[in-house]
């Protein structure tokens, strides 16, 4: 599915702003400089190795914008933010998606993880989607905040999951936007039944 | 335009009724016309035979039950088989095209367009949209709405939330809708 009213400017909390836009092939360098240039401790909650050479090639390859659709936030030229949503087209998981963020350090607690989470969690929604998963650790204060005012609650936590950069074990949060009711009340609409009727 | 009948029919659970008014939502709260309504369907909710009759005209409408409709939209074959036979001569079938196939049985001179609106939705991400898609392909089709007014019927319609999967399904239609009608012309 097209990405629809791309790019679009959003506003930091602090004044700044910053491009919102889908991934595209030419992003290879600057979306690896990008991850390259995160501190350590932000890239070991990440489930891949970013540092690989050729790792933001074979990524930007496998983004379809239908099974994986990512969106970039760029400032000044330069890659600040990538969130992706993960969705399986088959299987028992077919309702859920899974959101996964990155912002630089210069960049977070300024809102723009926000703004890229909202936009994937309403394309999910677009998408017909009942479930958007997100996994934080619980000592990602902001990042859970942040999710919850987009309408995610806990759904679980795994203890010990998680080792940070400096080997203590934490607990991994699994929090989901649980929107099956949207569904639920489309359902409702189309039943063609009226309670009401011949009364 | 001076009077058209529609009669939307299909399956309990497929959005016959919001079909019906949604079009004529479009027509009369955003086209300036005038539009009835009439909607019948059985105290079961889902699997049952059901249908809409919507009447748009530039004037007042003094009789709103439509007998014989000059555009008929159908989404499941029984409802086919009822209300085919009933169309005006010279009229409008417009049927989902991968559940029913139209036979010797429409009056002489019906203009019969298809769609598959069930796989559409599908690929859209959710069936339930199927009747939106319908919308849309009437819109294409019939040229009788402004797309812009149907689309804020659309809006007005549905469950909040959900806006912009419908509106998408709405536009696979319409975009389904002038192609095949150019294409038939």
């Known amino acids: 599915m097209r990405l629809e009213g791309f790019p679009r400017e959003a506003t930091l909390r602090d004044g700044r702003t910053v491009k919102l836009r889908p991934i595209q092939p030419d992003d290879e360098t600057t979306l690896g400089e990008f991850y390259r240039d995160l501190p350590e401790e932000d890239r070991l909650f990440l489930r891949e190795d970013v540092r690989r050479p050729g790792w933001a090639e074979e990524f930007i390859h496998t983004v379809d914008f239908d099974s994986i659709i990512s969106l970039v936030a760029e400032s000044q030229e330069k ?7 993960y969705r399986s087209r088959h299987g028992w998981s077919a309702h859920v998606a899974e959101l996964r963020i990155a912002v630089a350090r210069q960049f977070q607690r300024h809102g723009l993880g926000t703004a890229l989470a909202s936009l994937l969690v309403r394309h999910a929604i677009a998408l017909g989607l009942e479930k958007i998963v997100a996994h934080v650790v619980d000592n990602q204060v902001g990042a859970k905040r942040a999710f919850e005012k987009l309408g995610f609650r806990q759904d679980a936590v795994l203890p010990g999951h998680v080792k940070d950069i400096r080997g203590v074990t934490r607990d991994l949060v699994v929090m989901s936007n649980d929107v099956s009711h949207l569904w639920e009340a489309m359902a409702a609409l189309v039943s063609d039944y009226s309670p009401t009727m011949g009364e | 335009m001076a009077k058209t009948e529609i009669r939307v029919g299909g399956l309990g659970g497929q959005g016959v009724i919001l079909c019906g008014q949604i079009i004529g ?10 539009a009835t309504l009439i ?8 699997g049952s035979a059901c249908s809409a009759q919507v009447t748009i005209s530039d ?8 007998t014989h409709p000059d555009i008929l939209v159908v989404m499941s074959v029984d409802a086919y088989a009822q209300f085919a036979p009933q169309l005006r001569p010279g009229g409008l079938l417009l049927h989902e095209q991968e559940l029913i196939a139209v036979d010797d049985r429409l009056p002489a ?12 939705a599908e690929e859209l991400g959710r069936r339930l949209v199927l009747n939106i898609v319908m919308v849309g392909f009437f819109a294409g089709t019939t040229g009788l709405l402004e797309f812009g007014a149907v689309e804020r019927a659309v809006r007005d319609s549905v469950p909040k939330g959900t806006e912009d999967l419908n509106l998408r399904a709405l536009r696979k239609g319409h975009e ?10």
């Open chain 2, 39 to 46: 909607q019948a369907f059985g105290p079961e909710a889902r």
């Open chain 2, 59 to 66: 004037d007042e409408i003094g009789y709103p039950y439509v």
């Open chain 2, 109 to 120: 001179g019906v203009r019969a367009l298809g769609v598959p609106a069930t796989r559409f």
């Open chain 1, 79 to 85: 890659i600040v933010g990538n969130a992706t949503l």
């Open chain 2, 25 to 34: 939502r479009a027509a009369a709260i955003y086209s300036g016309k005038h």
């Open chain 2, 176 to 185: 389904y809708g002038l192609e095949v009608a150019a294409v038939k012309a």
